[in-house]
T-cell receptor, first 111, second 112 residues
Framework: ETGVTQSPTHLIKTRGQQVTLRCSSQ?????VSWYQQALGQGPQFIFQ???????GRGNFPPRFSGLQFPNYSSELNVNALELDDSALYLC??????????FGPGTRLTVT | GESVGLHLPTLSVQEGDNSIINCAYS??????FIWYKQESGKGPQFIID?????DKRQGQRVTVLLNKTVKHLSLQIAATQPGDSAVYFC???????????FGKGTRLHILP
């Protein structure tokens, strides 16, 4: 059974640029959630995808968007990057949306 | 509003002793609670969960206690080992919206 994987592991972008982060869900899971984790903080819920549709969203602006594909993998897109977007971005997959298993994260640095 | 918080940001425990990490939650609609362990440079690792119809659940060396009356959650780790060093997060979830709300975390430091 393959766990949750994310790519890339690290990324450096300039303010104003756009970024796409990718996540492959654990085998058998149909729900993917994305979280932003600032240094020293707990993960903050961005949004969740279930069967290719957004199924809940946290308090993040529209420049944070996502996709889920038929194989349940997912992308997180962030437009017009700001310095405060620097964080660890975590993807978690689940079957029910509750017992979520996390990937290792993508560390995004915005300069 | 909804919030999950922790009483102690850092906990130092002697190797071999038991550790107790506490957490308070405020959303009375939450019916599912989870403890995660996060080691440096890694994503959160599921440790144990508990549903609101239970007040205690045991796993391997870990026990979670839920007191709905005072909205309190705790994680007990028996015979703490060096490998238990990490940041521990409690998290809550309600069936209403399926998002998981994390607290800020407690760092567990193991003393030799």
């Amino acid at each position: 059974e393959t766990g949750v994987t994310q790519s890339p592991t690290h990324l450096i972008k300039t303010r104003g640029q756009q970024v796409t982060l990718r996540c492959s869900s654990q085998s058998g899971h149909n729900t993917v959630s994305w979280y932003q984790q600032a240094l020293g903080q707990g993960p903050q819920f961005i949004f969740q995808y279930y069967r290719e549709e957004e199924n809940g969203r946290g308090n993040f602006p529209p420049r944070f968007s996502g996709l889920q594909f038929p194989n349940y993998s997912s992308e997180l897109n962030v437009n017009a990057l700001e310095l405060d977007d620097s964080a660890l971005y975590l993807c978690a997959s689940s079957w029910t949306g509750r017992e979520q298993y996390f990937g290792p994260g993508t560390r995004l640095t915005v300069t | 509003g909804e919030s999950v918080g922790l009483h102690l940001p850092t906990l130092s425990v002697q190797e071999g002793d038991n550790s107790i990490i506490n957490c308070a939650y405020s959303n009375s609609a939450s019916d599912y609670f989870i403890w995660y362990k996060q080691e440096s440079g890694k994503g959160p690792q599921f440790i144990i969960d508990i549903r609101s119809n239970m007040d205690k659940r045991q796993g391997q060396r870990v026990t979670v206690l839920l007191n709905k009356t005072v909205k309190h959650l705790s994680l007990q780790i028996a015979a703490t080992q060096p490998g238990d060093s990490a940041v521990y997060f409690c998290a809550e979830n309600s069936r209403r919206d399926d998002k998981i709300i994390f607290g800020k975390g407690t760092r567990l430091h193991i003393l030799p």
